[in-house]
């Protein structure tokens, strides 16, 4: 009977993944109901000089960064990084995801002068468009910083990316064990992903858990579970 109910447990999730599969299905990109402004970002792409080897050998959590702004490209990288779209039919993403229920939601708050091009706002990502769309406008950085217990680099970064979590999407096929488990494992390849990225992009990054879950969530204006914030910028002295 153990046996079959672990089974159970393995298969049903694999196959009902499979099916959605099967039928195109990869996770549905949470919209703004009323996007400020939609802006297109240009397409990532898959080869650098840096090697994956090198990204593991040399990556570090950098807290210092240049006062110099990112490019498009950069932020667009990122994203890409964190949660963009690899397989177009099946819609499946660069971090891996229990049965492709794909929880997590990412957002950038770009300050002023952060993103060249960029106007200082809170933006969200959609994987499938690979696009940015703009929640808030203005300069968050110093109230991002007071939620974060004063972290000062939190102030200095170019942007800040914000991974936040819908545990329903992934709690209704897998229970309590998605929340305590699978949606965490989740949040942790794509941490990795930003920091391997921000490596073969020259730019330093560090992941903190340390915040005001409410306070992150009002300056978000969602109410989504707040998971990580990630402070990115120009690392000093390069890798």
């Known amino acids: 009977m153990k046996r079959r109910a672990f089974l159970a447990y393995i298969l049903v999730p694999a196959l009902s993944v499979l ?9 549905r990109d949470r919209r ?21 080897e090198y990204a593991l050998k040399v ?18 990288q990122l994203a890409w990084a964190a949660q963009g779209i690899t397989d177009e039919r099946y819609g499946f993403r660069t971090a891996p995801s229990a049965g492709a229920t794909y ?22 990502y959609l994987p499938r468009e690979h696009a940015l769309e703009l929640v808030k406008r203005g300069d968050y950085s110093r109230e991002l910083m007071s939620a974060c217990l004063d972290q000062e680099w ?4 170019a942007v800040n990316i914000v991974i936040t979590a819908n545990y329903e999407r992934t ?15 989740e949040v942790g390849h ?13 730019l330093g990054c560090v992941v903190i858990g340390a915040f005001y879950d409410e306070e992150i969530k009002r300056i978000l204006g969602v109410d989504e579970e707040p998971l990580y914030v990630i402070p990115v910028g120009v690392k000093k002295g390069g890798w």
């Open 19 to 27: 099916v959605l599969a099967l039928i195109g299905y990869g996770g």
């Open 32 to 52: 703004i109901s009323r996007p400020l402004e939609k802006i297109s970002l240009p397409p990532p792409r898959y080869n650098s000089s840096v090697s994956i």
């Open 59 to 76: 990556r570090r959590s950098i807290r210092e960064y240049e006062n110099k702004p990112l490019t498009l490209e950069q932020v667009a």
């Open 103 to 124: 929880p997590l939601e990412i957002y950038i708050i770009c300050k002023k002068n952060g993103v060249e091009g960029l106007s200082e706002g809170v933006y969200h």
């Open 154 to 157: 939190v102030r200095d970064a």
């Open 171 to 185: 709690t209704y096929r897998y229970g309590e064990r998605g929340r305590i488990r699978y949606v965490h494992m």
């Open 190 to 202: 794509v941490g990795q992903n930003v920091y391997l990225q921000c490596v073969s992009l020259g």
